[in-house]
């Protein structure tokens, strides 16, 4: 079964806090992740009511600190990308959609929401195996941190156990360097580079890699490099 962890970036206010604990402990998450968060005291304590506990016991840790611990990760966002050729915030899934990905993962998940006042940045989504956006009204879009908290948490409540282990978030950054390294050996023009490493790690985050996979890939670009050498 996934081990899922709400993981709030820099949260600016203790209420939001609190809430959000509490609407975890109501859908039965109990796994909370505090990324530089404003000070917690009684407003915080109050919100959470009887989920003081997820406040006493959430781990502080830093945003590379989450993407070297978690091997999958779900970045959340209330703005996404119109074009598929601006693929920062592309493709982009729904808290249902995210519940049918993760499913079958046997590993770590973690879900992580930004700043009330501005979200995630794209230094942070840039990461992210996988973007979800809530679908929300045009005419009033913007969410309550808790609020959207709470969405996910309901859509990925008493999720089924996992079925096999992912690869780890080092094997997968092995990964991308060689592919980098790749794009170098045959010429990737420069100009196309960071939209097609964006691009590649939104392809491979959605498709949960395990282990053997990962491998094969790495074979694949060894046996195709090693055919280039043999011709130079």
């Not at 081990?3 to 604990?21: D, H, K, R, W």
């Not at 973690?110 to 045009?138: D, H, K, M, Q, Y």
Request: glycine share 8%; net charge neutral; with cysteine.
């Amino acid at each position: 079964m996934p081990e899922v962890s709400i993981v709030l970036i820099e949260p600016l206010y203790e209420g939001n806090v609190g809430f959000a604990a509490r609407v975890m402990k109501n859908f039965g998450f109990t796994r909370l992740v505090l990324v530089s968060p404003c000070t917690l005291g009684d407003e915080a304590i109050m919100r959470a009511s009887h989920a003081r506990d997820l406040l006493d016991g959430a781990r502080r840790m830093t945003i590379d600190e989450v993407y070297r611990g978690f091997d999958f990760v779900v970045a959340t966002t209330g703005e996404v990308s119109k074009s598929v050729c601006t693929p920062m915030r592309m493709p982009y899934y729904a808290p249902a959609e995210v519940r049918e990905i993760v499913a079958d993962i046997d590993g770590t998940v973690a879900v992580l929401f930004g700043r009330e006042n501005w979200g995630l940045g794209n230094s942070e989504l840039v990461r992210a195996n996988l973007i979800c956006t809530i679908p929300t009204s045009g005419i009033y879009p913007i969410l309550n941190l808790s609020h959207a908290v709470g969405i996910l948490c309901y859509e990925l409540a008493d999720l089924p156990r996992g079925t096999y282990p992912l690869a780890g978030q080092v094997e997968m950054d092995s990964l991308y360097r060689h592919l980098d390294s790749f794009l170098d050996r045959i010429d990737h023009p420069d100009f196309k580079r960071p939209n097609t490493m964006i691009l590649l790690r939104r392809v491979f985050g959605r498709t949960k890699l395990t282990t053997r996979e990962v491998s094969t890939l790495h074979g694949l670009m060894r046996r195709a490099e090693w055919h280039m050498e043999k011709k130079d």
